[in-house]
């Protein structure tokens, strides 16, 4: 049996792994996942990872989720550009470095746009809080003023003249935000440059079909959500109302 690996590509890991697998020609079977849809959807997701999510990988009979060790196992295993994540240990360690802070600084801020512009209201039917919009928004500029300032400064990629796991990793949280309206590279030349670098890097077509269905998020409102799902997370959404 030859690599599978679960996606949805509304989910920004699962997107950096699609574009790594793809732009580097490693052969695998493309499960589509929709989580959306509720469990029949992540059925095959499920049995995969124990964590029941995506993105998770099968590789004959060994499995693995979470998105950074899949990308190292993909990247060792397929003997990928040393670029991607160098064998130079000083470089290796600027990519581990920026993976741990982006936890809890770029991906902390940039999906809860989504949540707030398009899920919220999916799920919970309320109006879009306006206030709490702008409070995420101004941890995420916070946050990308310290990602330009620490991380890309002057450079033309994180870690010097060539594109990284940890640019990859950047550039499909980023796109979160851009995809319901909130066009964070705006006003922003040197962060607009980057992501232009990023995108000829991987290839503008294989970019952008990767962040399809994200740039046209506005079509999820007309998807049947599973009903159970939907009973699941509108209270949990509720409270982040408040």
Not at 45 to 67: M, Y
Not at 195 to 218: C, D, P, S, T, Y
Request: aromatic share 10%; charged share 25%; glycine share 4%.
């Amino acid at each position: 049996m030859g690599l599978e690996l679960y996606l949805d590509l509304l989910s920004q890991p699962c997107r950096s792994i699609y574009i790594f697998a793809r732009s580097n020609n490693i052969p695998f079977e493309f499960k589509h996942v929709e989580l959306f849809k509720g469990p029949s959807n992540s059925e095959g997701a499920g049995k995969i990872s124990l964590l029941k999510k995506v993105p998770a990988l099968k590789d004959g009979d060994f499995t693995l989720a979470e998105c950074t060790a899949i990308l190292l196992y993909l990247s060792r295993k397929y003997n990928t550009p040393d670029h991607w994540y160098p064998s130079d240990i000083k470089k290796r360690a600027q990519v581990d470095e920026y993976l741990s802070w982006h936890h809890a600084n770029i991906r902390a801020n940039a999906p809860k746009t989504m949540w707030i512009k398009v899920l919220i209201p999916l799920f919970t039917g309320q109006p879009l809080p306006s206030e709490k919009l702008q409070e995420v928004m101004e941890g995420l500029s916070t946050s990308l003023k310290q990602f330009e300032e620490r991380f890309l400064q002057d450079k033309a990629f994180i870690i010097g003249s060539e594109i990284s796991l940890a640019d990859l990793v950047a550039i499909v949280e980023l796109m979160q935000p851009v995809g319901v309206g909130c066009d964070i590279f705006e006003d922003r030349p040197r962060l607009m440059e980057w992501r232009r670098r990023v995108e000829e890097a991987v290839g503008k077509e294989l970019f952008f079909q990767a962040h399809e269905m994200i740039l046209n998020i506005k079509e999820l409102s007309n998807i049947q959500i599973d009903p159970q799902l939907k009973e699941h997370l509108a209270p949990v959404l509720m409270k982040m109302l408040k």
